[in-house]
Nanobody, 124 residues
Framework: VQLQASGGGLVQAGGSLRLSCVAS????????MRWCRQAPGNQRELVAT???????NYGDAVKGRFTISRDDAKNTVYLQMSSLRPEDTAVYLC???????????????????WGKGTLVTVSS
């Protein structure tokens, strides 16, 4: 299973960006999906989580500004970021809990998978 994040870039403070993360490979079902971020010198921080039924949860720093969503038909999770601030500058990583698909077409084990991050830089 591979996760590929995209959509990062340079944006001015107050601007918006939309991140995408596509999961591919031998996937039976994707459970919770998350976005995390890590700024230089800081610990990794949970930004947002979305469950299979669409329930969402956000870190205090991004509540009211970021929105997480998912498209299960495309195995994709999104992060719409608005009112961006310089302190939002970080590498954004996606994470998903995935049941793999066995060669016999049955549900395999559940594992956590990380994608390579995409850099978001917010200028003041």
């Amino acid at each position: 299973v591979q996760l590929q994040a995209s959509g990062g870039g340079l944006v001015q403070a107050g601007g918006s960006l939309r991140l995408s993360c596509v999961a591919s490979g031998s996937i039976y079902r994707i459970n919770d999906m998350r976005w995390c971020r890590q700024a230089p010198g800081n610990q990794r921080e949970l930004v947002a989580t979305i469950t299979t039924d669409g329930s969402t949860n956000y870190g205090d720093a991004v509540k009211g500004r970021f929105t997480i969503s998912r498209d299960d038909a495309k195995n994709t999770v999104y992060l719409q970021m608005s009112s961006l601030r310089p302190e939002d500058t970080a590498v954004y990583l996606c994470n998903a809990d995935v049941y793999t698909l066995t060669p016999w077409g049955r549900r395999g084990g559940l594992g956590g998978y990380w994608g390579k991050g995409t850099l978001v830089t917010v200028s003041s």
